[in-house]
């Protein structure tokens, strides 16, 4: 059984900064794309961004492009959401997602993801 745990979340002014954090547990951590997707109150869960298991190929929802980077570190089992220029949109719980399949592609349907996290919560005040 695969556990995802998020950390990182908060409470932070428009225009500033979180990272949040995941931390996998498994042996093959790094055969499997991973992704961060966001659910506001009342809304469905939305797709964030997406890296493949080498980290060479990266994914991003138009909304975030150019204000959001994700990263992992294998060594580590771990994935990275770092997250500048933060607006009151962008408020949500966000989750992290292991993908269904071993060397699979980045994807943006949360279908592709078989693990979830519990999520943190991302508060941005304006």
């Known amino acids: 059984q695969v556990q995802l745990v998020e950390s990182g979340g908060g409470l932070v002014q428009a225009g500033g900064s979180l990272r949040l954090s995941c931390a996998a547990s498994?042996?093959?951590?790094?055969?499997?794309?991973m992704g961060w997707f966001r659910q506001a109150p009342g809304k469905e869960r939305d797709f964030v961004a997406a890296?493949?298991?080498?980290?060479?190929?990266?994914e991003y929802a138009d909304s975030v492009k150019g204000r959001f980077t994700i990263s992992r570190d294998n060594a580590k089992n771990s994935v990275y959401l770092q997250m500048n220029s933060l607006k009151p949109e962008d408020t949500g719980v966000y989750y992290c997602?292991?993908?269904?399949?071993?060397?699979?592609?980045?994807?943006?349907?949360?279908?592709?993801?078989?693990?979830w996290g519990q999520g943190t919560q991302v508060t941005v005040s304006s």
């Open positions: 890296i493949s298991g080498s980290g060479s190929t990266t």
């Open positions: 997602a292991r993908g269904l399949r071993p060397y699979g592609s980045t994807s943006p349907r949360s279908a592709d993801y078989g693990y």
């Open positions: 498994g042996r093959t951590f790094n055969r499997y794309s």
